[in-house]
T-cell receptor, first 114, second 117 residues
Framework: EADIYQTPRYLVIGTGKKITLECSQT?????MYWYQQDPGMELHLIHY???????EKGDLSSESTVSRIRTEHFPLTLESARPSHTSQYLC?????????????FGPGTRLTVL | AQKVTQAQTEISVVEKEDVTLDCVYE???????LFWYKQPPSGELVFLIR??????QNEISGRYSWNFQKSTSSFNFTITASQVVDSAVYFC??????????????FGKGITLSVRP
């Protein structure tokens, strides 16, 4: 059972606002990920991290940025939200020591930008 | 490059029917891992199973079973006696182990399963 948390679960915000989506895990996992998923659509990897001070861009280009200052915390920031950012954002984590990459997911944040 | 294909997009069954969700994958690696995740309407992804490429034994867990066949590059998922709570989107995914600890998951597009009472 995974212990990975995301806040807020739902966010409705106006265009131009800066937002930060929080993701935390208590499993001591080195690897963390952010996915973007439109309703009924496939998952797209937008950011990942192998550990503290490591961040990489994923397969889908995103205007968001991430940071990894602590192992357990991997926040995602949008400096200026736009309606095109409306989506569900899913955070996940996995152990780096193995290559099995079983990723455990948080409950997601549903973002709506008006 | 690795690829996962879930050709079925939507499946609708009546409760108690058996249903099989297909997954076909492509990879050049000899060592890899296959996964199934369930995404209920609440939105989170729930890990169901991981299978490595050297273990072709089928697996059963309650009403769930998985059929892994390397010869056809398939990893199909069967739900026996489906229930309304099985209604969800199901994702198949692949990870290539030969890239080491930096490997990433490749997901299929998902299959939406609706189980009607």
């Amino acid at each position: 059972e995974a212990d990975i948390y995301q806040t807020p679960r739902y966010l409705v915000i106006g265009t131009g606002k800066k937002i930060t989506l929080e993701c935390s895990q208590t499993m001591g996992h080195d690897k963390m990920y952010w996915y973007q998923q439109d309703p009924g659509m496939e998952l797209h990897l937008i950011h990942y991290s192998y550990g503290v001070n490591s961040t990489e861009k994923g397969d889908l280009s995103s205007e968001s940025t991430v940071s990894r200052i602590r192992t357990e915390h991997f926040p995602l920031t949008l400096e200026s939200a736009r309606p095109s950012h409306t989506s569900q954002y899913l955070c996940a984590s996995s152990e780096r020591r193995t290559s099995t990459d079983t990723q455990y997911f948080g409950p997601g944040t549903r973002l709506t930008v008006l | 490059a690795q690829k996962v294909t879930q050709a079925q997009t939507e499946i609708s069954v009546v409760e108690k029917e058996d249903v099989t969700l297909d997954c076909v994958y492509e990879t050049r690696d000899t060592t890899y891992y296959l996964f199934w995740y369930k995404q209920p309407p609440s939105g989170e992804l729930v890990f169901l199973i991981r299978r490595n490429s050297f273990d072709e034994q089928n697996e059963i867990s309650g009403r769930y079973s998985w059929n892994f066949q390397k010869s056809t590059s398939s990893f199909n998922f069967t739900i026996t006696a489906s229930q309304v709570v099985d209604s969800a989107v199901y994702f198949c995914a692949l990870s290539e182990a030969n890239t080491g600890a930096n490997s990433k998951l490749t997901f299929g597009k998902g299959i939406t399963l609706s189980v009607r009472p």
